[in-house]
Nanobody, 117 residues
C-alpha cells in the first residue's frame, strides 16, 4: 500500500537550518507530484513547496522567500525540504503529500518542526 514517511523534524533555533525527508513507497514515485505542506496550531494546512515528477519543476509559497529548497531523488523514492534561515513562524507540523492522478492523493503522518531560542 502507499506509504509516506516524514523524518528530520525537531528543534531548531531561529536562523538555523533543518532538512526534512519523506520516503515514499507503494506507487510510481517518479511520476508523482510531491508537495510539502505545513499546519500550525489553530491554522489551516498550507502549501510550502511542490515539485513535479518528470520535469522536476518547483513552486514555493510566498512566505518561503528563498529560504527553503525542495528536491527529490527518484532512485531513492525520497523528497526533501531544506529549510534555511528558519523563523519562529515556520514552527508547524510538516506533511508530505503525493499526487499520482485524479482522486489519488496521499499524506504522510507529519513531522514536527519546533523553533525556539
Amino acid at each position: 500500500q502507499v506509504q509516506l514517511v516524514e523524518s528530520g523534524g525537531g528543534l531548531v533555533q531561529p536562523g538555523g537550518s533543518l532538512r526534512l525527508s519523506c520516503t515514499a513507497s507503494g506507487f510510481t514515485f517518479r511520476r508523482a507530484v510531491m508537495t510539502w505542506y505545513r499546519q500550525a496550531p489553530g491554522k489551516a494546512r498550507e502549501l510550502v513547496a511542490g515539485i513535479s515528477g518528470p520535469s522536476t519543476n518547483t513552486n514555493y509559497a510566498d512566505f518561503v522567500e528563498g529560504r527553503f529548497t525542495i528536491s527529490r531523488d527518484n532512485d531513492k523514492n525520497k523528497v526533501y525540504l531544506q529549510m534555511n534561515n528558519v523563523k519562529f513562524e515556520d514552527a508547524a507540523v510538516y506533511y508530505c503529500n503525493a499526487w499520482v492522478g485524479p482522486g489519488s492523493a496521499y499524506w504522510g503522518q507529519g513531522t514536527q518542526v519546533t523553533v525556539s531560542s
